[in-house]
């Protein structure tokens, strides 16, 4: 198994490789491009359409880590509130209970009480 994932891990490599290098071949051409601060030197084309691929991976990824890292400070804030409230719950169960005795009769009167009110 292992040296079938290798295999087809090559052969995936060897196929981009091939690609990568028809790809450079049929885009040689020299462009020159032209930004708001100027313009560069021309280059062939296969390497500004790399390099602006490699500038839109890299905007998503920081785009991408800062709202990962918004997630988990508000995953973390919830998490501290849950384990505070499951820490107040735990010691509402472990109260003592009331020394007092209530009967049916007092608690149904109780009952009326409050449903009057």
Do not use: C
């Amino acid at each position: 198994m292992r040296l079938v994932r290798r295999l087809l891990t090559v052969a995936v490599f060897v196929a981009l490789l091939v690609l990568g290098w028809k790809f450079a071949a049929s885009n040689g051409q020299a462009v020159v491009v032209h930004h708001p601060a100027g313009e560069f030197t021309a280059r062939a084309l296969w390497l500004v359409l790399l390099v602006a691929f490699g500038s839109g991976v890299a905007l998503t990824a920081i785009v991408a880590s800062v709202r990962g890292a918004r997630i988990r400070l508000v995953a973390r804030r919830y998490r501290k509130l849950v384990e505070s409230l499951q820490a107040e719950v735990h010691q509402l169960r472990s109260l003592p209970l009331s020394d007092q005795q209530v009967s049916v009769a007092d608690s149904a009167s109780t009952e009326g009480l409050e449903r009057g009110s």
